[in-house]
């Protein structure tokens, strides 16, 4: 894998990196963006491209999905500038890890509210930790809801993973530890049209492509966990379906390989390869692609994922805001506020790994877009330890008194501004500690 690096022009002291700073709720526009090459984290060449009209463009050499931001709001207005993210409060005694090590707490899966409601049990049970400092507290039950959940909200009930006890029925999916369990979407049971490969799909009035990833002893009874993963600005679904100079270890972020044909894959293509969701088109696009997988292919709708990196981890963190009821957790590499915001005021597990020595999006801002969660998700306000420059290390830390159904983690590396960091230095997606860090953060909440 190949680094490559940005050139912002400075236009003050307070927008030396406009790039990834923006703050607000709404859609942050974009100016032309198509003066730089972008060579790829993954390998090979591709070209920027307007990404909303209007405004006048920054020059930049485009590195590994930096984008410069500049000119009118796509949507329309100008984007609100934002202040110095807080970290939150005095230091906690947080669990912490280095390297790869680390313990894990348990947490769970979501109920799904919406469709009609089978009959099937009250679910109870405590949460359990696998190792490290547990949650504690007694799992959110409730009655579990079965049947077809048609395109309604999800909501949450807390579940441990691995060793939590569950009264009552299981609906369809496997059994459930303590809490929520899978719930099949509406095309289980359907022979399948959908195919592994290149697609287009008609979303906001546009033909919009995508590919996806299926696996290839899928069962159409058996109900899959989804991930989405979003490339960078520069970058292309290809890119994310083929794992670039790195291939299969880092198809999908490196998640393809570790799911062992377990899980569905989706990546979606960004208009001017970025993610500048002028007027939530690229919202609307999410909407419509789960609408379509879910009604084709068997879907456990409450084993919805989100992961990309950033300008992709910008739209992963609109999708957490805007989609939090929808997709169970979401993974941002190196990410800032750069397709908005919408909602933002309710819990989804949230990991976020970041570059302490990130020169496209400063860590401040990765730090801002963790806290949003770290808020909404009621954990303990703590200002995680992180790696110094030069040390070639990473530390990951789990927030304590998260909800229990919704936990953050926060991983800052010794590096800048990639998504496949090695410890000691290098980025290599063959090698790197993230796609386990995120796999591992996925799969806890295995219905």
């Known amino acids: 894998m190949r680094n ?9 002291a307070t927008t030396a990196c406009i790039s990834c700073s923006s703050s607000g709720s709404g859609p942050v526009a974009t100016g032309a963006l198509g003066g730089g090459t972008a060579t790829s984290l993954q390998g090979g060449s591709s070209s920027g491209g307007a990404v909303t009209t209007g405004g006048s463009a920054a020059s930049s050499t485009f590195g590994q999905g930096g984008v410069a931001v500049g000119g009118t709001n796509g949507a329309g207005g ?21 390297g790869t090590g680390g313990a894990e707490n348990g947490t769970g899966g979501r109920l799904s509210t919406g469709g009609q409601t089978a009959t099937g049990g009250t679910k109870s049970g405590t949460a359990v930790s696998t190792g490290g400092v547990g949650t504690g507290g007694t ?8 049947g077809t959940a048609a395109g309604g909200s999800r909501t949450g009930g807390a579940s441990s993973i691995a060793g939590g006890s569950s009264a009552g029925a299981s609906p369809v999916g496997g059994s459930s530890a ?12 359907k022979t399948p049209t959908l195919t592994s490969g290149s697609k287009t799909i008609q979303s906001g009035g546009q033909s919009r492509q995508y590919m996806i990833s299926v696996p290839t002893t899928y069962d159409k009874s058996h109900p899959y966990r989804l991930v989405f993963a979003f490339h960078w600005n520069g970058g292309t679904m290809t890119d994310i379906d083929g794992g670039g100079s790195s291939g299969a270890a880092w198809s999908y972020y490196g998640l393809k390989a570790q799911a ?26 999410v909407d419509d692609l789960i609408k379509l997988i879910e009604g084709d292919l068997c879907i456990d709708t409450t084993q919805l994922f989100s992961v990309g990196f950033s300008y992709g981890g910008g739209m992963t963190y609109e ?27 309710q819990p989804i597990a949230y990991l976020g790994i970041h570059g302490v020595s990130d020169g496209t999006c ?30 070639g290390t990473h530390i ?9 159904s919704y936990p953050v983690e926060w991983c800052a590396f010794d590096g800048g501004h990639t998504p496949g960091n090695v410890d000691g230095g290098g980025d290599d997606g063959a090698k790197t500690w993230t796609k386990g860090e995120v796999w591992k953060f996925f799969t806890q909440f295995a219905s």
């Open 362 to 391: 400063a860590i401040s801002g990765g730090r801002s877009l963790r806290d949003t969660f770290v808020k909404n998700n009621g954990c303990t306000s703590q200002s995680p330890p992180e790696p110094a420059a030069g040390s």
């Open 139 to 146: 799992a959110a039950g409730g009655t579990a809801a079965g």
């Open 319 to 345: 999708l957490a805001c805007a989609r939090a009821t929808v997709f169970r957790a979401a993974a941002v590499y190196s990410g800032a506020q750069l397709s908005g915001c919408d909602g933002g005021k």
């Open 178 to 189: 303590g809490g929520a369990s899978g719930t099949p979407s509406s095309g289980c049971g």
């Open 260 to 285: 062992n044909d377990s899980t569905i894959f989706v990546a979606p293509q960004g208009i001017s390869n970025g993610w500048a969701n002028s007027g939530g088109r690229d919202l609307t696009l």
């Open 4 to 12: 490559s690096t940005l050139t912002i022009i400075v236009l003050s």
């Open 396 to 404: 990951c830390t789990k927030y304590q008194g998260c909800n229990a």
């Open 78 to 98: 100008s984007p609100a500038t934002g202040g110095a993210p807080g970290i939150g409060g005095a230091a906690q005694t947080g669990e912490t890890h280095s």
